[in-house]
């Protein structure tokens, strides 16, 4: 591609992906733009700048910073497509068309003057640096799920107390779907009847084949408290159990919903109240 596609980068969102350790804390997290390489079309020079976090330093200012540098230069010239939150250190990735390398350098190095940030540039047509920012399909839904947590704290659910969590599962067949009910069953999920996918199922992240769609999904649901740990470990385990039961691939994960459990239901007379309130949070 010869021209960058602004029509496909206005329709790309930015995705938080934190880094978190097994004890549940964060040690560093990025933001990033997922953008597809073939929508960069020339913009091939990679440009990275590097601030200390040391001292005062404010991660939201350079934040500001980043969007001033971004918003200097036409998106035919320069798009931003990370940012990465360390410890110690800010960083801010971005794509340049070559001939305009310079110009952004320059205007790069005044914007940054009091922040004593390294800047690098290189030539990178195969965008491995964007490639190594880029999100695996768990890191995806981790963000989603740190989304959707967040949602239900802002909305006054107590957090800390277990409730019904359903997680959908699409399949490439009714067979399939079959099959991984009998397992999941067996393995002591709550398994609903297999039922048709929306759109929304269509393959687009490497979980099939391009275009593919997953026509039957099943609700694979337990009771548990409602944190990462949580949906991580029931993630693995449904994938497992598939896995250990020859189910056919492709086997995508869909989603998960759970109802909100609001400061005033006594959940010492049960879940009636809580599902009466139920809402809906999928991830997508």
């Not at 360390?86 to 190095?109: F, I, N, T």
């Not at 497992?240 to 609001?262: I, L, M, N, S, T």
Request: hydrophobic content about 40%; overall charge negative.
């Amino acid at each position: 591609m010869n021209e960058v596609d602004l029509e496909a980068l206005a329709d790309e969102r930015w995705l938080v992906v934190p880094d978190i350790e097994d004890d549940g804390t964060i040690q560093s997290s990025r933001v990033v733009r997922e953008v597809s390489v073939d929508s960069l079309g020339p913009l091939t020079t990679a440009v990275e700048i590097v601030v200390s976090l040391e001292g005062r330093t404010k991660v939201k200012k350079l934040d500001e910073q980043g969007d001033r540098l971004a918003a200097a230069f036409e998106r035919h010239e320069l798009v931003d497509v990370c940012r990465l939150i360390e410890v110690e250190h800010w960083r801010w990735l971005g794509y340049v068309r070559p001939d305009r390398a310079e110009a952004v350098s320059e205007r790069a190095s005044t914007i940054f003057h009091s922040f004593n940030a390294e800047l690098s540039m290189v030539e990178d047509p195969s965008r491995s640096q964007l490639s190594a920012v880029s999100p695996t399909d768990e890191e995806r839904r981790t963000a989603n799920d740190v989304h959707v947590l967040t949602q239900l704290a802002t909305n006054g659910d107590q957090m800390s107390i277990a409730r019904r969590i359903d997680h959908v599962v699409g399949f490439a067949s009714q067979e399939s779907a079959v099959a991984a009910a009998e397992a999941l069953g067996a393995a002591g999920f709550e398994v609903s009847e297999p039922f048709e996918a929306g759109e929304e199922a269509q393959v687009v992240d490497g979980a099939g084949p391009a275009g593919h769609v997953v026509p039957t999904n099943l609700e694979v649901s337990e009771s548990d408290v409602p944190t990462l740990a949580a949906l991580r470990d029931a993630r693995a385990r449904i994938d497992q159990v598939c896995v250990q039961a020859d189910v056919a691939a492709p086997v995508r994960y869909e989603g998960w919903g759970c109802p909100v459990v609001p400061a005033t239901v006594e959940m010492a007379e049960g879940p009636t109240g809580a599902e009466r309130s139920r809402r809906r949070w999928f991830r997508r």
